[in-house]
């Protein structure tokens, strides 16, 4: 993946092949569905244990993205009535590994040396 151009962003679905899962892996119930705002294809991630229904990028976990960007960008729409975790490993120049998680599990900020966990809360507009 490092001879990928990533400038100013690379579509690391598109890279991996979400959806023909040779390089990446789904587990539990993962189901692509037509995007008619977006028109694309997008992943509908769903069940009762939020840890057993996942896409993992790559499928080898002692394999990495190799992304050198500065920035990361993900589009996600969760479900209110629902909870959702996002786990990113990431790797600093310095070689320290670092896990960033965000869940709408978590109640609050925390960090060590080796995470952060994001508390993730929704904000109902409709209601104002």
């Excluded at 960007?69 to 909870?83: A, D, E, W």
């Amino acid at each position: 993946m490092s001879s990928v151009c990533q400038y100013p962003y690379v579509n690391v679905f598109k890279q991996f092949g979400v959806g023909q899962w040779k390089r990446c892996c789904k587990e539990g119930d993962v189901s692509p569905v037509m995007d008619r705002d977006m028109k694309a294809t997008v992943y509908r991630i769903s069940g009762a244990v939020v840890s057993s229904n996942y896409i993992q990028l790559p499928k080898a976990t002692s394999q990495s993205l190799a992304l050198t960007g500065r920035y990361f960008y993900l589009l996600f729409r969760p479900l209110p009535s629902k909870f959702f975790s996002i786990h990113l490993e990431v790797a600093t120049t310095a070689g320290i590994a670092v896990r960033v998680s965000i869940s709408n599990i978590f109640k609050e900020f925390k960090s060590t040396s080796t995470w952060l966990q994001y508390p993730y809360s929704f904000f109902d507009t409709r209601s104002q």
